[in-house]
């Protein structure tokens, strides 16, 4: 059996890794000069490298892992499919149970008339299906013509030529002829660093409302749909305003935008609900899935689509569009396993109920640390605005991200996982984390707080700019 065991030193992995392995969203050659932290393995809410160090995962992986590392069910419910049909397309007018089973499952979770799903590897290319069928969509109408997407600066929708589009990360668009044409972005309901001298309500309509004065530049004849985030993941976890969603939607209906709400990260409980469309009493026409779904342990996601899309995409004959994986029966068994122990388990409901409840109590704590402008949490996602001056909202006069990385890497240093947006910091832990490890991770938190101030301090950073 061909085995992948670390049986090479941590030195011996890295040299490989930087003679081979290319890094998503990585400066190679930086990387290359100090060598990849190598996990080995993982249990619950904890990781392990290659040197044996436990690692306190707050970001459940990348946003997915939210049952938790070592469920033995999901490989035992992998093997299981894998002996029986390890793959068969759904092309040719074929199909089989897991892709039933899990689509079925889906309708049953997903709030609303989303009754449908067509299935992706990713969420990048859920969304890319995402802007291909809205557009075929509104053509199937005899309205062809309305197909801009409005989306918004800041957010994240995935990488692949269409979702980076999509999304609205100037670092992206930067490199490879991005955006595409037929997307717009408005700008982003980000209150702490936007916001001014409005309250948070004010400046929540403010944002809301640029969706409908685009609306009207556009024509509404030639905007076909809207794409956000509940809540912005990548972009820092950024939560909108309550004025925000209300009157999004109430536009969205007003001006007959098709809304795409994107719930890679806060679908299946990140918010304490199944779905963050929930959370913020949404009628999207589209949910994107993915990461979540299947808690990370293989890859695949899907857009949840409403009937009645469906409805008009039926009457419009073949949608050429698909993946050779788009409901991989492996990947289905295992999300419908996923999905089991979230409700058996009312990993979900402990979420609202319990879990994050108690650590937004203690996230809150970490506003007053000397180097925090703001601590916030929706769910069991938050960020932490690391700043010079608490009292200004004031950015640091160092390049963006500077502070942030040394709070990263002392986080790392600590034995804690949290990432680093700029000079946010922001944490995701696995849905099933208890109070016992929340107290261990605030602990944790609070000592690489304390020791990014020092550093940032000694290196002269605690300076306004
Ligand atoms: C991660 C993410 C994506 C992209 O998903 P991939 O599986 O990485 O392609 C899309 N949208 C949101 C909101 C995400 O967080």
Redesign the pocket.
Known sequence: MASIDNHLSTAELQALDAAHHLHPFTDSAALNKKGARVITRAEGVYLTDSEGLRLLDGMAG??CVNIGYGRAELGEVAQRQMNQLPYYNTFFQTSHPPAITLAAKLAELAPGDLNHVFYAG????A?DTNLRMVRHYWASQGKPEKSIIISRKNA????SVG?GSLGGMTGIHAQGGMPIPGIVHIDQPYWYREGGDLSPEEFGLERARQLELEIERLGEENVAAFIA?PIQ??GGVIIPPATYWPEIQRICDAHEILLIV?E??TGFGRTGKWFGTEFYDLKPDIV?I??GLSSGYL?I?GSLVSDRMIAGLEAAGEFAHGYTFSGHPVTCAVALENLRILEDEKIVERVETDTAPYLQKRWAELGDHPLVGEARMVGLMGALELTPDKSARAKFAADEGTVGLIGRETCFGNGLVMRHVGDKMILSPPLVINHEEIDALIELAVKSLDETHAAAKAQGLMVAG
């Not at 990713?122 to 290319?125: F, K, M, R, T």
């Not at 994240?156 to 990488?159: E, N, P, Q």
């Open positions: 990348l946003w990713s969420g990048s290319e969304n994240y929708h995935g990488s979702s985030e993941g990548a994107d890679v990260i994107t993915a990461k890859p996601g």
